[in-house]
């Protein structure tokens, strides 16, 4: 079986390093970017296994001159119709900006090069390229040419080149340039390459100054050597070649050491101009050298790259989707993770570069400073690229992802996460399949509001968040006592679970914390959260926060949870930041429960058990608004203590409200032994009001009259003229519930009953509730009455 050798001398040659005396380019710095060509369209497309339909070329040819691209190779027409006619497409319907030079390839052959300028007939700014292989492999294996025919090859052709240009440029009023490359430059004799374009220089008879200059191409056709030995050529040949100030040198480095990026920054610094390659490194073999990436780390150097990535992920999507290969997760710049830190280390020192940046900045304002970027672990600013500091970039290889994502920012302002992105793509995908038709705005819109029970009560799922209050309590003692101490977050909140109002409570160091928590202890739903990021949506007093929550199932493995192939997406929308966070939650949490039973709620207030008193009074404040009074609250958790006795110590949320409506006559049909009917207030000469009305007692209806120093004590002296004994109002408290045209007042009353011959007092508490306060409190006290052994006088 064959393997690595032992002594690999014995089959492979090392390069053969050159001898400068006098390097320059080790000392020498980047002040300004190189002239960038791309030649995606060219080199990139041969090198695809399903090279781009002419749709996609077009594509890519828009998003390189959006990108600031002022060269562009965009084909090899005399290779095939495909290549002729797209060029011939661009010209002829004035896709090319008058800045804009295109280029095209033709090998050193006249019935290719004739073609080749019958393509570009009428196009304004056009370099024209040949090349030639140069190097012994390819003049005695491949050609089986001489030094001396080669340089006849490439000097017959450039004369041909020459002559056409001129008859091209008096016909049709175009501008040409000549770039020829001495193809497998790297592994020739460089004193042959120059030779070569020397011979060629003079067979095109134009080179001058500026943007006459003719452009030598320097291929590492095949890198076969460190990056240094490619700046040594470089730097060789500019020194050596004739009318320097004539001549562009141009490098086209391949990748199949590594190194590509590291030889063309190099082999700049040796004296080259200019830069062929392609976006994120496609090519033959393991690629070209990446522009992207050479472009952007002039840019953090402080050096204007004359090319913009400012919207980074749609560079990417064209990319991807033209070529139909993926920009790796760890792509310097562009990959899903290289602005992603998952070490605990990495993040504190993240979080305390942000905090320091702040301050300083901030200083900088006050002083009319640079305001300059200094992070941990971040060279680049990321909003550079059009990303969020919280957001990580996600890149995939599927199509039309971007566009989804667009159109809903456009139409629902949402900025989605590139994972949301990605597995709601898959959503829409399902739709096309099935309906076989163009997906509509609509479309993608609807399914996003059923997918994630987005846009109000038409789209709510099984759980559904009513109202929910944030408290904030110290966590116990840290262990560490340089650490200041931490706050928990409680969550009570409200929620319609299946159609009814459930209660539910939980803790943790935030909001999402504590509602995960929540729905872990009441409906053994546990989920842990994997990502999360937000967005303001409009400006000014209007905005609102938009949360992004992912979502997976816990395990108890944290690793196998959190690298969980199923996760769950969610999103929310509000104006206040904490709502929005727990609306994504409960949004994720639908999509993942589907059709599960979830378990009934039940308060457990049995005898040293879990809930209390406070627990108790919270059910009461979520499912009815009611904010009891302390001995209130004391006196309906005896209540229910003893209704409980027979269940096992448990009592369901449903059950506890009942119960209390119940008790205290709050808003049931039974009106009890005492209750009010139609009455007025008279004020007395002299004295305070004066209560008329009827009250029924005992089916009866009675008018009554009483006088008091305010409404409450003389509606009680009225029904003291019914009752044997006394009637003492010992706790009186209000509040309103609603708002707008739904409010009303509901009112407390503790009563006291006192009966002569009764050897103990009764005390009751009751409830009355409406739109008149005083109707409120009169009501409250009937109901306290209700519920006391009162004797009413015999008639």
Same mark, same amino acid.
């Given at each position: 079986?064959?393997?690595m050798l032992?002594?690999?001398?014995?089959k492979?040659r090392?390069y053969?390093?050159l001898?400068?005396?006098?390097?320059?380019?080790?000392t020498k710095t980047?002040t300004?970017a190189?002239?960038? =060509?791309?030649?995606?369209?060219r080199?990139g497309?041969?090198a =695809?296994?399903?090279?781009?339909?002419?749709?996609?070329k077009?594509?890519?040819?828009?998003?390189l001159?959006?990108?600031g691209?002022k060269?562009i190779?965009i084909?090899y027409?005399?290779?095939?119709?495909?290549d002729?006619s797209f060029?011939r497409?661009?010209i002829?319907?004035?896709?090319?900006?008058?800045?804009?030079?295109i280029?095209v390839?033709?090998?050193?052959r006249?019935d290719l090069i004739?073609?080749?300028?019958?393509a570009?007939a009428?196009?304004k700014?056009?370099?024209l390229?040949?090349?030639?292989?140069l190097c012994p492999?390819?003049?005695n294996i491949?050609?089986r040419?001489s030094k001396?025919?080669?340089?006849e090859?490439?000097?017959?052709?450039?004369k041909?080149v020459?002559e056409?240009?001129?008859?091209?440029?008096?016909?049709?009023g175009?501008?040409?340039?000549?770039?020829?490359s001495?193809?497998?430059?790297t592994?020739?004799?460089?004193?042959?390459s120059l030779?070569?374009?020397?011979?060629? *220089?003079?067979?095109?008879?134009? +080179?001058?100054?500026g943007?006459?200059?003719?452009?030598f191409n320097?291929?590492?056709?095949?890198?076969?050597a460190?990056?240094?030995?490619?700046?040594?050529?470089?730097?060789?040949?500019?020194?050596h070649?004739?009318?320097?100030?004539?001549?562009?040198?141009?490098?086209?480095?391949?990748?199949d050491?590594?190194t590509a990026?590291? +030889?063309?920054?190099?082999a700049?610094?040796?004296?080259?101009?200019?830069?062929e390659g392609?976006?994120?490194g496609?090519?033959?073999r393991?690629?070209?050298?990446?522009?992207?990436?050479?472009?952007?780390n002039?840019?953090t150097?402080?050096?204007t790259?004359?090319?913009?990535?400012?919207n980074?992920?749609?560079v990417?999507d064209?990319?991807?989707?033209?070529?139909?290969?993926?920009?790796?997760?760890?792509h310097?710049?562009?990959g899903?993770?290289?602005?992603?830190?998952f070490?605990g280390s990495h993040?504190?020192?993240?979080?305390k570069?942000?905090?320091e940046?702040?301050?300083?900045?901030k200083?900088?304002?006050e002083n009319?400073?640079?305001k300059?970027?200094?992070?941990?672990?971040?060279?680049?600013?990321p909003?550079?690229?059009?990303?969020s500091y919280?957001?990580v970039?996600?890149?995939?290889?599927?199509?039309?992802?971007?566009g989804?994502?667009y159109?809903?920012?456009?139409?629902?302002?949402?900025? %989605?996460?590139?994972?949301?992105?990605?597995a709601?793509?898959k959503?829409?995908?399902q739709?096309?399949?099935r309906?076989?038709?163009?997906v509509?705005?609509?479309?993608?819109?609807?399914?996003?509001?059923q997918?994630y029970r987005f846009g109000?009560s038409?789209?709510?799922g099984?759980?559904?968040?009513k109202s929910f209050?944030m408290?904030?309590?110290p966590?116990?003692?840290p262990t560490?006592?340089?650490?200041?101490f931490?706050?928990?977050r409680?969550?009570?909140?409200?929620?319609?679970v299946?159609?009814v109002?459930?209660v539910?409570r939980?803790?943790?160091?935030g909001?999402?914390?504590?509602?995960l928590?929540?729905?872990?202890t009441?409906?053994?739903?546990n989920m842990?959260l994997r990502?999360?990021?937000?967005h303001?949506v409009?400006?000014g007093?209007?905005?609102k926060?938009?949360?992004?929550?992912?979502?997976?199932?816990t395990?108890?493995?944290i690793?196998?949870?959190?690298?969980s192939?199923e996760?769950?997406w969610?999103v929310?929308?509000?104006?206040?930041?904490?709502?929005?966070s727990?609306?994504?939650?409960?949004? +994720?949490?639908?999509?993942?429960i589907?059709?599960?039973?979830l378990p009934?709620?039940k308060?457990s207030?049995g005898?040293n058990?879990?809930?209390?008193q406070?627990d108790?009074s919270?059910?009461?404040v979520n499912?009815?608004?009611?904010?009891?009074?302390?001995?209130?609250?004391?006196?309906?958790?005896?209540?229910?203590?003893?209704?409980v006795?027979?269940?096992?110590?448990?009592?369901?949320?449903e059950d506890l409200?009942r119960?209390?409506?119940?008790?205290?006559?709050?808003?049931?049909?039974?009106?009890?032994?005492?209750?009010l009917g139609?009455?007025?207030?008279?004020?007395?000469?002299?004295?305070?009001?004066?209560?008329k009305g009827?009250?029924?007692?005992?089916?009866v209806?009675?008018k009554?009259?009483?006088?008091g120093n305010?409404?409450l004590?003389?509606? %009680?002296?009225a029904l003291?003229t019914?009752v044997?004994?006394?009637?003492?109002?010992?706790?009186?408290?209000e509040?309103?519930?609603?708002?707008?045209s739904?409010?009303?007042?509901v009112?407390?009353?503790?009563l006291?009953y006192?009966?002569?011959?009764?050897v *103990?007092?009764? +005390?009751?508490w009751? =409830?009355g509730s409406?739109t008149?306060i005083?109707?409120?409190?009169i009501?409250?006290v009937?109901?306290?009455?209700?519920?006391?052994s009162v004797?009413a006088?015999?008639?």
């Amino acid at each position: 079986m064959p393997c690595m050798l032992i002594d690999p001398t014995q089959k492979y040659r090392p390069y053969v390093p050159l001898v400068l005396d006098n390097r320059q380019w080790p000392t020498k710095t980047f002040t300004k970017a190189p002239i960038w =060509l791309s030649t995606d369209l060219r080199d990139g497309n041969q090198a =695809l296994a399903c090279p781009m339909t002419a749709d996609q070329k077009l594509t890519f040819f828009r998003l390189l001159v959006k990108c600031g691209f002022k060269e562009i190779e965009i084909a090899y027409p005399s290779a095939s119709d495909t290549d002729f006619s797209f060029v011939r497409y661009l010209i002829e319907n004035n896709e090319i900006p008058d800045d804009v030079w295109i280029q095209v390839l033709t090998p050193a052959r006249e019935d290719l090069i004739r073609k080749s300028f019958e393509a570009v007939a009428g196009a304004k700014h056009v370099i024209l390229h040949m090349y030639n292989a140069l190097c012994p492999m390819f003049r005695n294996i491949v050609f089986r040419n001489s030094k001396e025919q080669t340089i006849e090859l490439a000097t017959r052709h450039s004369k041909l080149v020459s002559e056409l240009a001129d008859q091209y440029s008096a016909s049709h009023g175009m501008k040409f340039r000549y770039e020829y490359s001495p193809e497998t430059f790297t592994q020739t004799e460089l004193e042959f390459s120059l030779q070569v374009c020397e011979a060629v *220089k003079t067979a095109w008879g134009k +080179a001058g100054p500026g943007i006459d200059r003719i452009i030598f191409n320097l291929p590492a056709t095949v890198e076969i050597a460190p990056p240094n030995h490619y700046a040594d050529q470089i730097e060789y040949f500019a020194a050596h070649i004739s009318e320097r100030e004539n001549v562009i040198i141009s490098l086209h480095p391949h990748n199949d050491r590594g190194t590509a990026i590291a +030889a063309a920054e190099l082999a700049v610094l040796g004296g080259a101009d200019r830069v062929e390659g392609c976006l994120f490194g496609n090519g033959e073999r393991t690629g070209n050298v990446d522009i992207v990436t050479l472009a952007l780390n002039l840019y953090t150097q402080g050096i204007t790259p004359n090319l913009d990535f400012s919207n980074i992920q749609e560079v990417i999507d064209v990319v991807t989707s033209c070529n139909d290969l993926p920009v790796h997760p760890r792509h310097p710049y562009a990959g899903e993770l290289v602005f992603t830190a998952f070490s605990g280390s990495h993040q504190d020192a993240i979080k305390k570069g942000f905090e320091e940046q702040g301050i300083r900045h901030k200083k900088n304002d006050e002083n009319g400073e640079l305001k300059m970027w200094q992070i941990p672990y971040m060279p680049l600013d990321p909003a550079d690229l059009g990303c969020s500091y919280e957001a990580v970039i996600r890149v995939n290889a599927q199509s039309g992802k971007g566009g989804i994502a667009y159109l809903v920012k456009q139409h629902l302002q949402l900025d %989605l996460p590139r994972n949301m992105q990605i597995a709601f793509y898959k959503v829409i995908q399902q739709i096309s399949d099935r309906e076989a038709r163009e997906v509509t705005v609509e479309d993608i819109t609807t399914a996003f509001r059923q997918t994630y029970r987005f846009g109000g009560s038409k789209y709510e799922g099984r759980l559904a968040l009513k109202s929910f209050r944030m408290t904030t309590e110290p966590s116990p003692d840290p262990t560490d006592d340089r650490e200041p101490f931490d706050e928990r977050r409680r969550f009570d909140g409200t929620m319609l679970v299946d159609g009814v109002l459930r209660v539910i409570r939980g803790d943790g160091n935030g909001p999402i914390s504590a509602l995960l928590d929540a729905l872990r202890t009441h409906l053994d739903i546990n989920m842990t959260l994997r990502e999360y990021t937000e967005h303001a949506v409009g400006e000014g007093e209007n905005s609102k926060a938009a949360s992004y929550i992912e979502l997976v199932n816990t395990t108890d493995d944290i690793k196998e949870t959190r690298q969980s192939s199923e996760s769950w997406w969610g999103v929310g929308l509000d104006s206040d930041i904490s709502a929005s966070s727990l609306h994504a939650v409960l949004s +994720a949490v639908n999509g993942a429960i589907g059709d599960r039973v979830l378990p009934e709620l039940k308060l457990s207030v049995g005898f040293n058990t879990t809930s209390g008193q406070s627990d108790v009074s919270d059910a009461i404040v979520n499912t009815l608004g009611l904010t009891l009074p302390r001995r209130l609250q004391t006196s309906f958790f005896e209540v229910v203590q003893r209704a409980v006795r027979e269940s096992d110590s448990k009592i369901s949320y449903e059950d506890l409200t009942r119960l209390f409506r119940e008790t205290y006559g709050y808003e049931v049909e039974n009106k009890g032994r005492f209750s009010l009917g139609d009455f007025h207030f008279e004020r007395v000469e002299g004295g305070g009001p004066q209560f008329k009305g009827d009250m029924e007692i005992d089916g009866v209806v009675c008018k009554v009259v009483g006088e008091g120093n305010g409404p409450l004590s003389a509606a %009680l002296a009225a029904l003291h003229t019914q009752v044997e004994g006394t009637l003492v109002c010992r706790e009186y408290s209000e509040h309103s519930v609603g708002e707008g045209s739904e409010v009303k007042a509901v009112s407390f009353v503790d009563l006291v009953y006192e009966l002569p011959g009764r050897v *103990k007092k009764e +005390a009751a508490w009751g =409830l009355g509730s409406d739109t008149d306060i005083t109707a409120s409190g009169i009501r409250a006290v009937l109901r306290a009455a209700s519920r006391l052994s009162v004797v009413a006088k015999k008639a």
